[in-house]
């Protein structure tokens, strides 16, 4: 009895040693490939060997007006408002933050709270109103003692919508409305899911989208399972990150992915990769990745260092960007980006 045992575990020891040496070499391959792809990718693209190498080059530039258009401390994101202003400084595109209200529609909003912009009119409707340092904990107090947070998960589209922002006139829009007046554009349209959306608003954005942008491209963003389920539909572009858009490239559709990176972490290589794998790459310069007002440089010097990678992605090919309005002042970027 005991020699059957000893042999069982002299075979389940080789057996571990196998698998341990097979995860080794799968890991070393994967490691080798990350470090040594880039430096490939860049001796192909000097040999000239890439066919998408002067494509991005003889396309005009777009800019995608980041948080729903040009937003001021006064003009709330994602509003109605900030969109027209957007269009009336000819904008190409446009980026909307999706959630869902508490009891499941859709509204074109940023923050899971109403402070930022609608503080006053919050307190004015008696919700608790929370100080995002203390945001989560403050919400579930205010659900314990069956009080409503000024949350987007606590109150109804109603509800939300007789909300006021600070400068007397804007609301939060339905997402629906929001897409329709962008719809009477020519500009392009990014959505950034920040939470997932019930089966419902899936089948009723792609209706929305299949209605309004049938001929135009719409690019996603934010929570995976919404960009999948409507990827699937045959509803616009996934946006990845670098380490998955090469499988997606790969072993999904091309035309339905595109490389989606915070422009102060990206570089050269994304460009490459998307190059070499026939993607398009859309770098986001945004306040908040130079630390935004936590920064302790000025509001010039972040625009600055913002101005200096755009025009580094430009000088490299780039032609999509998304953008805070405040990089765009005084339509500086048409000329940085020969946008006429």
């Given amino acids: 009895m005991t020699q059957p045992i ?61 948080r729903g258009g040009v937003h001021l401390l006064s003009v709330p994101d994602n509003s109605l408002k900030s969109l027209e202003m957007a269009i009336t400084q000819q904008y190409g595109g446009v980026e909307v933050d999706v959630r869902e209200s508490r009891d499941g529609v859709m509204i074109a909003h940023h923050d899971a709270g109403f402070e930022r912009y609608f503080g006053n009119s919050c307190r004015d409707h008696g919700y608790v109103v929370c100080p995002l340092r203390d945001y989560k904990a403050c919400t579930t107090r205010a659900k314990q003692a069956s009080q409503k947070a000024c949350h987007v998960e606590h109150l109804s589209a109603a509800e939300i919508r007789d909300l006021v922002a600070k400068d007397g006139e804007s609301r939060v829009p339905l997402l629906e409305d929001y897409i329709a007046l962008v719809a009477e554009t020519d500009m392009e349209l990014m959505l950034d899911f920040k939470q997932k959306l019930s089966a419902h608003n899936v089948e009723h954005l792609t209706a929305i989208l299949t209605s309004h942008f049938s001929e135009r491209t719409v690019y996603f963003i934010g929570k995976t399972a919404p960009k999948l389920q409507l990827m699937r539909q045959g509803q616009g572009k996934f946006g990845t990150i670098r380490l998955l858009h090469p499988y997606l490239a790969l072993f999904g559709s091309r035309d339905q992915v595109f490389l989606f990176q915070e422009g102060n972490k990206a570089g050269l290589r994304d460009v490459l990769y998307a190059k070499f794998f026939g993607i398009e790459f859309i770098p986001s310069i945004n306040l908040q990745h130079f630390g935004g007002e936590q920064n302790e440089e000025t509001i010039d010097d972040i625009i600055y260092r913002g101005h200096r990678l755009l025009r580094k992605f430009y000088e490299l090919g780039v032609r999509k960007f998304q953008i805070d309005s405040h990089f765009n002042q005084d339509a500086q970027l048409n000329v940085i980006l020969d946008i006429p």
């Fill in 6 to 66: 000893a042999r069982i575990r002299t075979i389940f020891r080789q057996c571990v040693g196998y698998a341990g040496l097979w995860c080794g070499a799968l890991l070393i391959i994967a490691v080798g490939s990350s470090l040594l792809l880039p430096y490939g990718l860049w001796v192909w693209d000097r040999l000239g060997m890439s066919s998408h190498a002067d494509a991005a080059v003889e396309r005009p530039s777009v800019l995608f007006a980041h």
